[in-house]
């Protein structure tokens, strides 16, 4: 049956695909909750088939599979095939399998919306898409599922399009997206150039063929740009923070568990080509850890219970940046699993508390929901325990695995790791900060809001997600890497994770940092009983640009987007009109001039045709003559 | 010899009578100049053996075609002169340039006396002899097609210059 | 000196040129007809002169559909020209001028 699932590993893409269509045609006829049951089946369908279809993975006696599925541009070495290695089994069993559980919980969320069908075609498009992602086996097939998702991030931050903020949410996100794609795309044009095709198997195999230091170093460099824009690192994370205006549903999965762990997924898959440039790599880890550092200080001052966990998963995509960049892929992507585990949860969770409050969102206007949502309140524990890097929960396990690989490079490498250590310790604070506020303390809601749990089918997933947040890390740990083993054949250039008394050495310093961090946290703000911030760290200018996320939209709005309007009221109002329609304009009327002109040539009588019909022939006559033809 | 007198002779008749056709002022001495030429030319047929198509030359053309001519004259009014005033004066010293330039270059082509290129001769080692005999054989073997489409051109053509002449223009039931 | 062929064709040369000049020249339709019947007995001549030459029937069989094409014409062209006369009381081509542009 595996060999089945693997031949026809395209199936993991059709289920969704067809949930998809059936519900965009027959949506409303099938109705809620139907529409979303079916939803939910075929995305789990998908999963039931990767898991099949990764059983000889896990023996270890699988090789990788390559399935062809059509001929596509051949010229661009550009055919439909799909990929099946452990590193798209992981990435399908994660998007599959946390996908699931959430379109489960949609049907909770989602409930009584008028357009609830409709949301669903865009969930399973959604997964469709992230799936064609995953398993590509060529640059061009990733790149259209690549756009699918952005199209589909697009279709579901701005589903309450009513609403102006969604629809501009959702604008800023996909243009946002195009400019990371322009890098991409040239990137790609350089690979095509260079080993004149797309094809993974023979661009990744042994790349340093045809690629020269300097060409791999910018082709990692404009990977990179993409994969900045899609996984929201500096300088194109802008749009992720917005993006919260979406249902959450559509902010744990797309824009916490899978679109946005892209990049890394990316990265992770030209781990040949990054190897052959250290300069490339080193940006990424860079760019991945100064994010994690920047995004945890805003964090720190959000007060919008979905903004703390945008700007966390900005955070943590730095981490798996950090992870990629040292050539530690099985961390990063380990990272990437745990990171999917906990900030589901997170979100869905405080999808449960939003819908539990009545659409309440600001933080300072809770507290003491502990005793109201039980369920709720034990699985955001932890999550947040799990996030912090505590043992034995997923995130300790899989930060502390990057935090040990970078330390273990030396040099330029440490001070990375000291920027990660301390985000872990701010990372710690905030997640503390805002599961104090949510949950304990004295009530601080507005009157006429009945906070009560959420119906089962919501809180079922956050259960699941909790289970895997506790136990998830224990697949990869220095008593068994698990997950290295497994991850082996689809990374050639591994360094394998640290061992020894350094890793627990530095794992009980990242630790301890985090107790710290919580402890902080706690003290602070376990005694708020008024609906707004008590302690500001003594610098409340420091902490308004923190909360305003240092005024970094408006720094791009004069920038770039003042002068573009400028660029684009001239074309419309100069070059359109003067130019174009000068050109369309004119044409006609020297066609008419002509025409004009030539007119008197009919002048209607018969004798001057006669005389041009006359000199005509004898033209024709003394020609032949001359050119003694016939 | 006797060929020699004839085409001096019957040649200048013919020329005369063009001159006629385009100069006289006159559309029935136009019409007479043209049967002469018609009459000189037959004459010329027989000279060189085509004595069937002589016959029907001023038969039907000198004959039929030239009466119908008339006829029409007749009808359009004799005593009409044309209006003389000239209406595209720039035309006048071009048509004579034009006349000549005609001439000089057919006269160009027959000094030329190149046959090579003509197709689809029989060769044969004497002149054929035009009779009524020879051109009807040609005529319905090789030729029958040609035959038949003239036949059918003839019958559309009779009808159709009874339609123009039956139908009156809507003027005339007007006035 | 022998009449050859080429001295029938250089007569015709002649009538076709004079019959085309006399189109160019009168104003007259019916005349300009016989202008072109003038043009068509001149290429009957070539013909049957080029038969002579080339020792083949075909030249006189070429008269004959000539002659029966021209016949064919003059009928239409001159139902034609009663046609336009009894509408316009002139015979002048010159009046015939509605087609310009």
Not at chain 1, 115 to 121: G, I, K, S
Not at chain 3, 59 to 78: M, Y
Request: charged share 10%.
């Amino acid at each position: 049956m595996s060999e089945f699932f693997i031949r026809n590993i395209w199936l993991v893409i059709l289920l969704p695909a067809i949930g998809t269509v059936v519900l965009h045609f027959f949506g409303r006829r099938i109705g809620q909750p139907i529409a979303g049951w079916i939803a939910s089946t075929m995305i789990g369908l998908s999963f039931f088939v990767g898991l099949i279809a990764a059983v000889p993975l896990f023996q270890g006696t699988a090789e990788a599979h390559v399935a062809h599925v059509f001929n596509w541009i051949p010229a661009l070495g550009a055919t439909a095939e799909l990929l099946w290695d452990p590193l798209s089994a992981l990435m399908v069993l994660v998007v599959a399998g946390v996908g699931t559980l959430i379109h489960i919980y949609a049907i909770g969320y989602m409930h009584g919306d008028e357009r609830f069908t409709r949301f669903f075609v865009y969930m399973n498009l959604f997964a469709t898409s992230m799936l064609t992602l995953v398993l590509a086996n060529n640059f061009a097939v990733l790149f259209v599922g690549w756009e699918l998702v952005g199209l589909c991030s697009y279709l579901l931050i701005s589903f309450w399009y009513v609403r102006p903020s969604a629809a501009a949410a959702g604008k800023k996100a996909f243009i946002v997206n195009r400019i990371g794609d322009f890098g991409f795309l040239i990137g790609l044009m350089i690979i095509f150039s260079t080993f004149g095709t797309l094809s993974y198997t023979t661009v990744l195999d042994d790349p340093g063929k045809l690629l020269g230091a300097g060409t791999a170093t910018a082709v990692g460099l404009l990977l990179l740009v993409g994969a900045t824009g899609k996984s929201a690192q500096l300088p194109l994370y802008v749009w992720l923070p917005d993006a919260m205006e979406g249902p959450t549903p559509v902010s744990a999965l797309i824009h916490a568990a899978t679109m946005v762990t892209a990049g890394v997924f990316m990265i992770a898959r030209t781990s040949s080509i990054y190897a052959l440039s250290d300069t490339a790599s080193i940006v990424v880890a860079t760019i991945g850890a100064l994010t994690a550092f920047y995004a945890a200080t805003i964090a720190m001052a959000q007060t919008d219970i979905k903004r703390v966990l945008a700007y966390s998963t900005i955070s943590q995509l730095g981490y798996m940046f950090l992870g990629v960049g040292s050539a530690a892929y099985v961390a990063g992507v380990f990272h990437l699993m745990t990171h999917a585990f906990f900030k589901a949860l997170l979100f869905l969770g405080a999808g449960a508390v939003i819908h539990g409050m009545s659409d309440e969102q600001d933080i300072l206007k809770m507290g003491g929901l502990w005793s109201k949502m039980k369920t709720t309140g034990v699985t955001m524990a932890v999550a947040t325990l799990a996030i912090s890097g505590i043992p034995p929960f997923a995130g300790f396990w899989s930060k502390d695995e990057i935090l040990s690989s970078a330390f273990a490079r030396g040099g330029w490498w440490v001070v990375l790791w000291a920027i990660g250590l301390v985000t872990a310790g701010l990372t710690a604070f905030y997640m503390t900060r805002w599961f104090v506020l949510t949950f304990l303390g004295e009530p601080r809601w507005d009157d006429g809001i009945h906070p009560h749990e959420a119906p089962k089918v919501m809180t079922v997933p956050l259960m699941v997600l909790a289970a895997l947040a506790t136990v998830g890390g224990l697949i990869n740990t220095p008593f068994k890497a698990g997950l290295e083993h497994f991850l082996e054949p689809s990374f050639k250039h591994l360094t394998s994770a640290p061992a020894g008394a350094t890793v627990w050495l530095l794992a009980a310093v990242s630790v301890a940092v985090a107790l710290v961090g919580i402890g902080v946290a706690w003290r602070l703000y376990s005694r708020t009983d008024r609906a707004e911030e008590t302690w500001t760290w003594s610098i409340p200018a420091l902490w308004r640009r923190m909360g305003h996320a240092y005024y970094m939209d408006d720094v791009y709005g004069t920038l770039l987007v003042a002068p573009g309007k400028l660029v684009a009221a001239w074309s419309a109002f100069v070059f359109d009109k003067k130019v174009i329609d000068g050109i369309v304009n004119g044409t006609g009327t020297i066609v008419r001039r002509i025409g004009a002109a030539l007119r008197p040539l009919q002048s209607g009588f018969v004798r001057s045709y006669a005389l041009t019909i006359a000199a005509g022939a004898v033209g024709f006559v003394i020609w032949f003559l001359a050119t003694g033809g016939l | 010899m006797t060929e020699l007198v004839l085409f001096f002779l019957f040649g200048a008749l013919a020329i005369v009578g063009a001159l006629a056709v385009v100069f006289a002022k006159n559309p029935v001495r136009s019409a007479m100049g043209l049967i002469l030429t018609m009459l000189s030319l037959a004459v010329f047929y027989v000279v060189q053996s085509a004595y069937f198509v002589a016959a029907v030359q001023v038969i039907v053309y000198a004959g039929a075609v030239m009466t119908l001519f008339l006829f029409v004259i007749m009808l359009i009014g004799v005593d009409r002169s044309e209006d003389l005033k000239e209406r595209i004066p720039w035309q006048r010293p071009l048509r004579y340039v034009l006349g000549l330039v005609v001439l000089g270059v057919v006269v160009a082509v027959i000094v030329g006396n190149d046959w090579s290129w003509v197709t689809g001769i029989s060769n044969l080692t004497e002149t054929p002899v035009g009779s009524a005999e020879a051109i009807g054989e040609g005529l319905f073997t090789k030729w029958v097609l040609p035959f038949e489409a003239t036949s059918l051109l003839l019958i559309v053509a009779a009808v159709g210059a009874i339609a123009l002449a039956y139908f009156p223009a809507k003027r005339k039931e007007r006035e | 000196m022998t009449v050859t062929a080429g001295w029938y064709m250089t007569l015709a040369a002649v009538l076709f040129s004079i019959g085309a000049l006399g189109i160019l020249m009168r104003r007259n339709a019916v005349v300009m007809f016989m202008c072109i019947e003038l043009m068509l007995n001149a290429v009957n001549l070539t013909f049957i002169a080029a038969g002579q030459e080339l020792r083949d029937l075909t030249g006189q069989l070429a008269v004959f559909f000539v002659l029966v094409v021209a016949a064919a014409e003059v009928v239409v062209g001159l139902a034609i020209i009663v046609a336009v006369f009894r509408n316009r009381k002139t015979a002048s081509v010159d009046e015939f001028n509605e087609l310009k542009g």
